[in-house]
């Protein structure tokens, strides 16, 4: 069973930046797609942010295209997500998520694992 953690969440005007980090325990991180989602209050959990794990290939929602970063420390078993430039429409709680084999994936359905979440809110 794989478990993800996240942290680093927090309060931040609009503008500046977060890093969120997602550790996982559990069978080894070897060949899990990671992904990064959010949801905000009254809204659908979307899809935010993934990266595979041979090649590290990124892939991104328009909307944080050119803001945010996704990155992975496969010795740590921990995946990262820089967010600069942040706006208040970022505001949500955001999770990571996990599942095994290649490629990416932008549905909620297609990850396995979950983290519980942490809270990002950007004030204006």
């Known amino acids: 069973q794989v478990q993800l953690v996240e942290s680093g969440g927090g309060l931040v005007q609009a503008g500046g930046s977060l890093r969120l980090s997602c550790a996982a325990s559990g069978p080894t991180f070897n060949n899990f797609v990671m992904g990064w989602f959010r949801q905000a209050p009254g809204k659908e959990r979307e899809f935010v942010a993934a990266?595979?794990?041979?090649?590290?290939?990124?892939y991104y929602a328009d909307s944080v295209k050119g803001r945010f970063t996704i990155s992975r420390d496969n010795a740590k078993n921990t995946v990262y997500l820089q967010m600069n430039s942040l706006k208040p429409e970022d505001t949500a709680v955001y999770y990571c998520?996990?599942?095994?084999?290649?490629?990416?994936?932008?549905?909620?359905?297609?990850?396995?694992?979950w983290g519980q979440g942490t809270q990002v809110t950007v004030s204006s």
């Open positions: 990266i595979t794990f041979v090649l590290r290939s990124t």
């Open positions: 998520a996990a599942r095994r084999g290649g490629g990416y994936y932008v549905a909620t359905h297609d990850y396995d694992y």
